[in-house]
């Protein structure tokens, strides 16, 4: 079909432009559909990579006690005195714990889960938490790798379209966070 001949279509009164009308309303209606899908998706993604993040930051909050204040060679590290040397002292909190509590989950077969009425809204597992002490006696200034706390964990969410239930998207949430002392 020409231009020509689509705007001749379109100026003419005998009603023959209709089923364009209705075709091109239903291509946006599907184009906005999937644009809010996707929209939603990115929400809860960011939702819990925030509630995760917040998690991670409270554990190295409650490694505080447990730091080794190195003020005057400028680096800290989670280690406990024992007797003539220090132990490595960590602490990984319950995180689980704290994102049931931010985010409404429910454990259900292995699963952290949030429902929307019956509906799965989304689903984690698969946690992994790895806590970098730093050395108690660094080689070099340079403490940039410092008290770090590291977190990865799995996103599931059901894919709505078309009133049809899509394979679920499944992704891998990775925070971290660092201990820095204040002085």
Do not use: W
């Not at 939702?47 to 006690?65: E, K, L, M, P």
């Not at 689980?96 to 809204?121: M, N, W």
Request: overall charge negative; aromatic content about 10%; hydrophobic content about 45%.
């Amino acid at each position: 079909m020409t231009n020509g001949k689509l705007c001749a279509i379109l100026k003419d009164k005998k009603g023959t432009s209709f089923p364009l009308v209705i075709v091109v309303a239903l291509v946006l209606v599907l184009i906005f559909c999937g644009i809010s899908e996707y929209i939603r998706l990115v929400i809860i993604a960011q939702g819990v990579r925030d509630a995760v993040q917040s998690a991670v930051i409270s554990t190295v909050n409650d490694n505080y006690d447990d730091v080794y204040h190195g003020v005057r060679e400028g680096y800290a590290g989670a280690y406990l005195p024992s007797a003539a040397e220090f132990e490595e002292s960590l602490d990984y909190g319950d995180i689980y714990g704290r994102l049931d509590e931010q985010l409404g989950l429910q454990v259900s077969g292995g699963y952290h889960a949030k429902y929307a009425g019956d509906a799965l809204e989304f689903r984690v597992s698969e946690l992994a938490v790895d806590l970098n002490n730093m050395p108690l006696a660094p080689g070099s200034p340079d403490n940039s790798n410092g008290f770090l706390a590291d977190a990865v964990i799995r996103l599931e969410v059901p894919v709505r379209f078309g009133g049809r239930i899509l394979p679920m998207m499944d992704i891998r949430l990775k925070v971290q966070a660092k201990y820095m002392p204040l002085f």
